[in-house]
């Protein structure tokens, strides 16, 4: 029988009746007939079990969802004064929420930057584990960013806001 398995786009492991077989976000396996036990693995993604039955010659497709491992996040920034500041954080590029905040987010993401109008951004890696709280505190120097990015981090926390609103974990 033929297996293919789809698993959402996500980089996973496959395990198969307990014997690795390959990563996915797709693969295909040839299997005897019969019962068997899918397993994905990922430092990033929970844990999905699939169980499925075959029969000779069947062709069978095993779409496995992909959900992150999350933990929780708040983002403060302060100015070279050690005062609060309003503004914006983003994981790996993509916006997250407004700052100050508190934020679900998955323990494979890798780059915090928090923005704020009239401060360089800053810029750190980022390590959580799942299910841990965590708190990052930016200290964002003065230092006027380009007039467009300025326009650019208003417009976007705007967005944002509108989007989502304040996200509380």
Known sequence: ALVQVKCDGADVSIKLDGTLQGRCP??????????????????????VEEKFQVARGE?????????????A?????RDDQG??????????????????????VPVCGQTLEVRSEGHAPWTGPLTV???AKRQVVAA??????????????????ARREMQIGRAHV
């Open 26 to 47: 797709a693969l295909e396996l040839r299997v005897s007939p019969g019962k068997h036990k899918l397993i994905t693995e990922s430092p990033c993604f929970l844990a």
């Open 73 to 77: 996040l708040t983002v403060k920034a």
């Open 83 to 104: 005062n609060d500041l309003e503004g914006l954080a983003l994981l790996d590029g993509q916006p997250l929420g407004a700052v100050p905040g508190s934020f679900k």
């Open 129 to 131: 584990a799942e299910g």
């Open 140 to 157: 964002l120097h003065t230092g006027a960013p380009r007039a467009q990015d300025a326009e650019r981090l208003r417009e976007e926390c």
């Open 59 to 71: 062709r069978k497709v095993l779409n496995l969802p992909a959900k992150a491992r999350m933990a």
